[in-house]
């Protein structure tokens, strides 16, 4: 028995017990004659103390020897701490060492285990196992496991049934690349890992399982971005005989279960704004609502006067940054250099000062008056105080890029607070979306997702405009989930493919499966996914979701502890009866 | 809202009530005033009816067009059925129909959705979305859901934590083969997918995780035998600070647990034997003790006479099957044609009557006399009444053969009763098996697992003897789960791939990251998984794993119903920097 009691247990009251502990060594003080150890695992440190005249003379000896993170079993007694640590549990005590083995030893680390390291990010990577004994790491996986069981007891109390759909199945060429898989018994063919189980949780409504779950991993090959995993984890989830009421609510007592379980943050119902509101008041679907700084459409008040740059624009939009009028020149131009930067992309900014007077001064002042920004003040609900940001353009670009700076100004100003929760949701989305590039329309949802009732007219016409029964779950800025109501029927899907520019061939080869089981008695459903590693994060009042990802995967899809991808052998390529062609370059 | 009640919910206490219910069409009676349906969905069924007096005419009409697996939805009140069906829950009631709609026809399934159905294996396959439809198949994916989540309730209540291990992994050309998976992004480089997560859960152990679990699918590219799956999925756990009996304990008490949760079936302590005595016994190191018919081996008291078979024999075994001298010769004869079969291979057997009057009638009469089989029956057990079914051969295949032989005995005899439950430990496996056709020893467990204390060296000289602290957990004569204590020394785990033909450099490449982890504080470790698909299989009181998963594949490691795996086009293969090259005889 290495153990009897784990380092995070003992207290004041196991006072005079003989106990066998084992851990890894966090620190040592030697003191000549006397050792303290730092004795450390996953439950916590427990003191121990090596005393020249009450431990073995051979056992002090050996403590000498130990560093950083050997891994030892001790046997002793527990006695009363004379300088207690008010910080950890244990602190009260410590152990009087008798017996010490060294269970093995370690080299030195190649960074520290502590809270802060000085192990840059590269680094832990390569030693993730030693990363994921430091704290942060530690917890942060130790929380997502708690989430999963809270969602998993959730869904189960609410008659879910969680189904293992497979991992070896068929390639979609259309949409996000899919990863694949040669198939040795198959010469020629391959299989494809999923991008989301959204078929196969179809056809377990069409058979009637009614409500299904699963915590289920997804593949995508996208080049990477700074915080995409070419595998991540998804909560999916889907019901049948449902109105996007049902769904919405069902997902909204989950998120609000998750807040009261974990943080016990309770929160009154949802906001549900529609995709054309968020866009309009938030230049973004996802909108942070934790605070307001709402967009003022200043279209109305600005384009009377002789300001060019105006006049031409699709739209005039602006925000109130509280307590802003304070700034000095040299920051405002900081923040007009931040919005012109190639990531945010604007031309310029217009802002107006909302003097303690109840004055205003703005970079414009030729070209309007005071009572002029005091409309602009009324759109934008800036008080006195307030700086006014406003930027002008295309509409989509300058909502997008006034969003941006919403963003900014907020972190700047620490609205974003970690530990605030404000979901909302997001309905009424556009069932298409334009690739600029092709000029075509693709499913902005999926190909599944159902139109609005009596909007299936508008997709010959008017394809922009129809709306679809799909919404997103959003949380602090952040989409942690998204689903939508699905067609459930041949003829809907049929037509939905032709407008996705499918061909009756392409169709029916990649979906005949789904549109025969359509014609088989398929009953309305409707379905929802989170994304888990955000919503961990989220959760656990971070944005950054690689700490909450045991061995994640770097950004060009290298898992740099194991080394891989890497190149098989011959004979593998051989038996799977494929071979390389190398790009010209290589 | 498309129901308000589940078509199982409602009862005598809900007559009168106005009630929504959506579902399918079970059957229908059309008996020409009165029509009624049998309303299904995942929860029951209920009766609906039709009655030209009290239902209106239009609503009545309607129903005439219902064909069987429509889909409706309903509207009418609870009534008082006149003759109750005591077989369903809601066999007091029936719904005296109002209004009626029809979501979704359905074509005639290609099957009947009944408990017993007319379709074939093949058929039910390729519309496995129907096939779920089924009370046996629906039921075995809900048990199979509450298994799940049993076994996650008790290892969180353990202190488990659970932690997701990634699947695009490195291939490690030993063992089964891998599936991989090409990389785009890391030109001519591949991913594998996990034939477990071992190594992973090892490195969380010396990330210090403590308790670690996973319900996780893992993928073997093997040739399928019967009811293999490409994919399967495990429960995989593994501990540190531990030795044998610390998991030995922790996993019978989660079979205890489950055992008791889902049947009710309380069991005592689980009888533990070892390798050899499973071998010596029961010819199986995954022995089924619901029933006896132990082996009992014969050298000893057969070698004295001038029968050469036995006497050049290396092995004589026998079992005594209950009541088996009732068989008349033909039945005994189909048995010696049993055991001669290819798929068993004996070349013979001998056999004795244990008549009521306490004689014995053998095949061997002319060798051996009364005495000699009463000392049989001695060893085997046999009393009056019984057969003693006797093989001999080379040891290892004899004890195959009669194992084989003791479990189809078994089976007809009834002995293997799927409601009762015989769980048993088997450790103490070898740690190194012989490949008879390279000659070579390879690992019978896996790479890391330790040999027994102070037998390494053992290694150098007779490799076949070497225990390994190696364990099984069998239950009704299928290994549910497996697993060991590891290696966690980089010494030790050098020797152990030196002794499996690992060069140096070959053992750095592949596994160099979990060497180098053991070298930075590994402390003692073990673990062991579960194959969930049996488990569930065998809980569920069947031995085919086929009905507990959704969506399983064929024995070509196909799935029919989406038409997977299947080509790709050139665009996908080029991306990918691969070519078929397909082999001569395509």
Redesign the interface.
């Known amino acids: 028995?290495?153990?009897n009691h784990t380092c995070g247990a003992l207290r004041a009251s196991n006072i005079n017990t003989e106990v066998t502990l084992?851990g890894?060594v966090q620190k040592t003080r030697d003191k000549g004659f006397m050792i303290w150890v730092d004795l450390?695992?996953?439950?916590g440190i427990t003191q121990l103390i090596f005393d020249a005249d009450r431990t073995p003379k051979e056992v002090v000896e050996k403590a000498k020897t130990l560093g950083r993170?050997?891994?030892i079993q001790i046997k002793g007694k527990v006695i009363e701490r004379e300088s207690k640590n008010g910080n950890i549990p244990t602190g009260d005590i410590e152990i009087l060492v008798q017996e010490l083995e060294i269970?093995?030893?370690?080299?030195l680390?190649p960074f520290t285990i502590e809270d802060e390291t000085d192990g840059g990010e590269d680094i832990r990577m390569k030693?993730?196992?030693?990363?994921?004994?430091r704290n942060p790491v530690?917890e942060s996986?130790?929380f997502?496991?708690q989430v999963?069981?809270e969602v998993?007891n959730f869904l189960?109390q609410e008659g879910f049934?969680?189904?293992?759909?497979?991992?070896?199945?068929?390639?979609t060429?259309e949409g996000a690349?899919?990863?694949?898989?040669?198939?040795?018994?198959?010469?020629?063919?391959?299989?494809?890992?999923p991008q989301s189980p959204q078929?196969?949780k179809q056809?377990?409504m069409?058979?009637?399982?009614?409500?299904y779950f699963q915590i289920v991993?997804c593949?995508r090959?996208e080049?990477?971005r700074a915080d995409r995993q070419?595998?991540f984890?998804q909560i999916d989830c889907e019901m049948s005989?449902?109105?996007q009421e049902?769904i919405l609510n069902v997902f909204e007592k989950l998120t609000k279960y998750l807040l009261k379980k974990l943080h016990n943050f309770e929160i009154e119902n949802f906001p549900r704004i529609t995709y054309d509101y968020a866009m309009k008041t938030y230049g973004n679907d996802k909108p942070d609502i934790r605070f307001g700084m709402e967009f003022g459409e200043l279209n109305t008040v600005v384009k009377h006067k002789d300001f060019k740059v105006f006049n031409e624009a699709e739209l005039v939009v602006g925000i109130a940054v509280p307590g802003g009028a304070s700034y000095t020149r040299k920051e405002i131009d900081k923040l007009i250099d931040w919005v012109k930067r190639p990531q945010v992309g604007a031309l310029g900014m217009v802002y107006v000062k909302c003097n303690e007077d109840g004055s205003f001064k703005s970079s414009v002042d030729k070209f309007y008056d005071q009572d002029d920004l005091a409309k602009w003040a009324e759109a934008t609900g800036a008080k006195t105080g307030d700086l006014i940001c406003v930027l002008s353009g295309p509409t989509n670009k300058v909502r997008a890029q006034l969003s941006a700076l919403r963003m900014e100004l907020a972190e700047r100003l620490g609205l974003r607070k970690p530990k605030e929760f404000a979901p909302l949701w997001v309905i009424d989305f556009p069932l298409l979306e334009l690739d600029e590039e092709t000029g075509h329309y693709h499913a902005m949802h999926h190909p599944f997702t159902s139109p609005k009732p009596g909007q299936m007219e508008l997709l010959d016409t008017e394809p922009g405009e129809v709306k679809a029964n799909a919404y997103d779950l959003v949380l602090n800025g952040n989409e942690i989930g998204g689903g939508s109501i699905r067609i459930?029927?041949k003829e809907t899907q049929s037509i939905m493919f032709k407008h996705l520019g499918f061909t009756k061939e392409e169709a029916e080869e990649q979906f005949g499966?789904l549109m025969?089981?359509?014609?088989?008695?398929?009953?309305?459903h409707g379905g929802l996914a989170f994304g888990l590693d955000r919503l961990v994060a989220i959760l656990g009042g971070q944005e950054t979701i690689r700490d909450f990802?045991?061995?994640p995967?770097n950004n060009?899809?290298?898992?740099v502890?194991?080394?891989?991808?890497?190149?098989?052998?011959e004979?593998?390529?051989?038996?799977?009866?494929?071979?390389?062609?190398?790009?010209d370059n290589?």
Do not use: C, H
Request: no cysteine; charged share 30%.
């Open positions: 028995m290495y153990r084992s890894w450390r695992d996953r439950y993170e050997f891994v269970l093995n030893a370690a080299k680390p030693y993730r196992y030693l990363d994921i004994r530690k996986l130790v997502r496991s999963t069981m998993r189960a049934i969680e189904v293992e759909t497979p991992y070896l199945i068929k390639s060429p690349r899919d990863f694949v898989v040669p198939s040795r018994m198959n010469e020629g063919q391959f299989y494809a890992l078929t196969f056809l377990l069409v058979g009637g399982l009614d409500k991993k593949f090959d080049d990477l070419p595998e984890t005989f449902v109105e049902d459930y029927d499966f025969d089981a359509f014609e088989y008695g398929a009953p309305p990802i045991a061995f995967k060009s899809g290298r898992d502890m194991i080394d891989a991808p890497a190149y098989l052998n004979n593998q390529l051989k038996e799977l009866n494929i071979r390389l062609q190398l790009s290589k």
